[in-house]
């Protein structure tokens, strides 16, 4: 189960919280998406939730 389905929203409802289409939205949810922050920031927004970003030394 997704965030988007646990939040209840349907593709089309995200995309459009989103300013988006519903066929990005596939396309993020099975791979298909290379994804910007920009675009993170925007999946995260319109589920009501953080964005955090953590950087760390490699090992």
């Known amino acids: 189960m997704t965030t988007r389905?646990?939040?209840g929203l349907t593709q089309?409802?995200?995309a459009d919280r989103m300013g988006s289409t519903q066929s990005v939205i596939c396309a993020v949810e099975n791979g298909g998406q290379v994804l910007s922050v920009s675009t993170l920031?925007?999946?995260a927004h319109a589920l009501n939730l953080d964005l955090t970003i953590d950087m760390a030394a490699a090992s």
């Open 5 to 7: 389905t646990r939040a």
């Open 12 to 14: 089309a409802e995200h």
């Open 41 to 43: 920031w925007r999946i």
